[in-house]
């Protein structure tokens, strides 16, 4: 149900090469075994030159799947330093699927996108606000809770 | 999860990893059970 999907197709074709292997093909066991692969669906956002940079694994319906995807594509120009290419990703899971599980993630990385790309500026701490506004039960809430506490 | 999907699947691995470097792409690998 989630492939077939418009609108996992068109997020997944516009960012990424899409790159398949059965867990079944003798021929991919070494590959599997280099991959520490264990449970399907097992996703990883790879660059070109193989590198994993995101990953994460379990069925999802496709507004969560699209959710994650974008988070993961994003998470990935975020740790080569496309900070450009991550903060659109992340401001179109926002804008676009604010109430999935992905979400508070894309708002606590916003913050970090654009700390990392201008140190001085106060996006971290707005950011950090609006996840705080937001998202206050999930787990990115607590991940900047130290922000919370008295200075 | 390849439910009759319509996603043009890369089978090689190669090939997945050279495209992604000339169309400026991330790859998206996908291990699934056919079962």
């Given at each position: 149900?989630?492939?077939?999907?418009?609108s996992v197709i068109s997020a997944m074709l516009a960012n990424a090469i899409p790159f398949q292997i059965d867990n079944?093909?003798?021929d991919a066991f070494a590959m599997l075994h280099r991959l520490h692969h264990i449970w399907t669906p097992d996703l990883r956002v790879l660059d070109h030159n193989g590198?994993?940079?995101?990953?994460?694994?379990?069925?999802?319906p496709p507004a969560e799947f699209v959710a994650r995807m974008l988070c993961g594509f994003a998470m990935a120009h975020?740790?080569?330093?496309?900070?450009?290419?991550?903060?659109?990703?992340?401001?179109?899971?926002l804008r676009r699927y604010p109430t999935t599980h992905a979400a508070p993630e894309a708002q606590?990385?916003?913050?970090?996108?654009?700390?990392?790309?201008?140190?001085?500026?106060?996006d971290l701490t707005e950011q950090w606000q609006e996840l705080?506004?937001?998202?206050?039960?999930?787990?990115?809430?607590?991940?900047?809770y130290?922000?919370?506490?008295?200075q | 999860m390849s439910d009759g999907d319509r996603i043009p699947w890369e089978r090689?691995?190669?090939?997945?990893?050279?495209?992604?470097?000339?169309?400026?792409?991330?790859?998206?690998?996908?291990?699934?059970n056919p079962g």
């Open positions: 149900m989630t492939y077939p999907d418009d079944t093909n003798k590198d994993e940079l995101y990953r994460w694994d379990g069925f999802l975020l740790r080569t330093k496309r900070f450009d290419a991550a903060e659109r990703l992340y401001v179109d899971v606590y990385y916003l913050g970090v996108t654009r700390y990392r790309n201008d140190p001085e500026g106060d705080r506004s937001l998202y206050p039960s999930s787990e990115y809430r607590l991940k900047q130290f922000k919370e506490l008295p | 090689d691995y190669e090939k997945a990893l050279a495209r992604a470097g000339s169309e400026q792409k991330l790859v998206l690998l996908d291990v699934f």
